[in-house]
């Protein structure tokens, strides 16, 4: 089992930053890639940002040039670095960890992008 604690979301102005952080416990061994993912209301869960375990990272185009996905192995801590956040990036943002049987989830992480 993995277990995914999320954090670092918020209220911010358009054109603001945010960090958001994803702690990883429990069967780290496990994970190969690991990314971000966010719900907006009535919207359907959207991929955001991913990484592998050898750092390569991939984004999707709504966020390209503003988003930066990295990962701490020694702290088991997944980073998404916002910037430039606009009102249609508000969301319920998602952790989320592959392993070879399952995908886990955290519990997600509210970010509010309004003036």
């Known amino acids: 089992q993995v277990q995914l604690v999320e954090s670092g979301g918020g209220l911010v102005q358009p054109g603001g930053s945010l960090r958001l952080s994803c702690a990883a416990s429990?069967?780290?061994?496990?994970?190969?890639?690991m990314g971000w993912f966010r719900q907006a209301p009535r919207k359907q869960r959207e991929w955001v940002a991913g990484?592998?375990?050898?750092?390569?990272?991939n984004y999707a185009d709504s966020v390209k040039g503003r988003f930066t996905i990295s990962r701490d192995n020694a702290k088991n801590t997944l980073y998404l670095q916002m910037n430039s956040l606009k009102s249609e990036d508000t969301a319920v943002y998602y952790c989320?960890?592959?392993?070879?049987?399952?995908?886990?989830w955290g519990q997600g992480t509210q970010v509010t992008v309004s003036s």
């Open positions: 990484i592998t375990t050898d750092g390569r990272a």
């Open positions: 429990g069967s780290i061994f496990s994970i190969n890639g």
């Open positions: 989320a960890a592959d392993s070879s049987v399952r995908k886990y």
